[in-house]
């Protein structure tokens, strides 16, 4: 099996001449926390984007490798396409239902494509409702499934939708800034709740809590002004100058 789960080739993003994204190259190591960082307007969303197959490549590959060897390439995908070989995606935005309960939120996830009626009418096997439970278990939130997802608090709506990508089985799964609006006690739970998960699927995450990115990142990316200004392990970005300089001096470290 190769190695690396996402293998991104000298990408660039024009937006109306605007260089979003210059020749980005970064390999993905299967079943790590891998972390792109940077100052706003970096480039880190539209990466995802293009991970994804929400925003279009100007130049280059985006190739992603399945647990059997597959290779797809995916900056050649639609969308829907993308998800359906095992690569979900959690937006900024979250995007549970709020008047439905946990459970339910989960059962549609899983049953996501089949259109939001026949999710609900549809009852779920013996077996969907393991994999429910136990991905509930997983995130903590066990002892929450019959309350509506819009009675959450912030934290657990950022867990509901880390659940509800993690019971599709993906290999891989993007969090863009999953601990904005936490506080201390809940990002740190939810670095926990990464960590318990990144031997079932690698993950990327971007984020701008240093702490975070400290607890649980395999691999940093640092992005700057569309580039990949450098990449290492936590410590190697922390102590490098030219990251000092244009980030961490600069307001990087986020109030929590
Ligand atoms: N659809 C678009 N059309 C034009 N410009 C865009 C578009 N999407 C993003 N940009 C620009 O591309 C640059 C990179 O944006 P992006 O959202 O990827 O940054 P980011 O690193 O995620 O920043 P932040 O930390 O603020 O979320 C920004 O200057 C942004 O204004
Ligand atoms: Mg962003």
Redesign the pocket.
């Known amino acids: 099996m190769n190695e690396n789960v996402l293998e991104i080739k000298n990408v660039s993003v024009v ?2 001449g ?1 260089r ?1 994204l210059t020749e980005v190259s970064v390999n993905v190591k299967r079943n790590t926390i891998h972390f792109f960082i ?1 100052p ?7 990466l995802l984007d293009i991970i994804c197959g929400k925003t279009k490549k100007t130049y280059g590959k985006v190739a992603f490798f399945s647990k059997d060897d597959q290779e797809y390439v995916l900056t050649d995908m639609k969308e829907y396409k993308i998800v359906g070989v095992g690569v979900g995606r959690k937006f900024q935005v979250p995007s549970v239902f709020k008047n439905l309960s946990v459970f339910d939120n989960m059962e549609l996830s899983l049953k996501g494509n089949k259109g939001v009626w026949a999710s609900i009418t549809h009852r779920p096997t013996r077996e969907e409702l393991d994999s429910i439970n136990e991905t509930l278990e997983l995130v903590g939130l066990a002892d929450r499934k019959d309350v509506l997802a819009g009675a959450l608090a912030h934290g657990e709506k950022q867990w509901l939708e880390i659940a509800m990508q993690l019971v599709q089985k993906p290999d891989l799964i993007m969090l863009d800034e999953p601990a904005a609006g936490m506080g201390k006690p809940e990002t740190f739970k939810t670095g926990d709740i990464l960590k318990s998960i990144k031997d079932r699927c690698t993950i990327i995450v ?1 984020e701008h809590d240093m702490d975070f990115v400290k607890q649980v990142a395999d691999t940093v990316t640092v ?1 700057h002004e569309g580039r990949v200004l450098m990449e290492g392990s936590i410590d190697d970005v922390l102590a490098d100058e030219t990251v000092k300089s244009v980030y961490l001096g600069r307001g990087g470290e986020r109030d929590a």
């Open positions: 937006f109306d605007f979003a940077g706003n307007g970096a480039g880190k969303t539209t971007v992005l």
